[in-house]
């Protein structure tokens, strides 16, 4: 199933409208965490995962972007597909 690392920026925002986004973003399926072989972590702020079995990379960005242009103008949107993933520093849940 593909897995997709979205990350979103919303302009001239508060704090309050990532938290609104992060709710919206949610109730349409995206994911705040991540899991590795230790366990499960979180992502950063406004950083997403997605999994899909029927949309692509192009879907999943006009999906994101959909939701962040309803909290802010001009949001700017990265959809990477997930092949291989690293971090460091993201807090075990």
Do not use: C
């Amino acid at each position: 199933m593909p897995e997709f690392t979205v990350r979103v920026e919303l302009s001239d925002t508060e704090n309050a409208d990532y938290a609104l986004l992060t709710q919206r973003m949610l109730k349409e399926g995206f994911k705040k965490e991540i899991y590795g072989l230790k366990g499960k972590y979180i992502l950063p702020l406004a950083e997403f995962n997605y999994q899909t079995e029927t949309q692509n990379h192009r879907e999943v960005i006009e999906l994101a972007f959909s939701i962040a242009e309803k909290i802010a103008l001009n949001p700017a949107i990265l959809v990477t597909e997930v092949k291989n993933r690293a971090w460091k520093g993201l807090e075990r849940i």
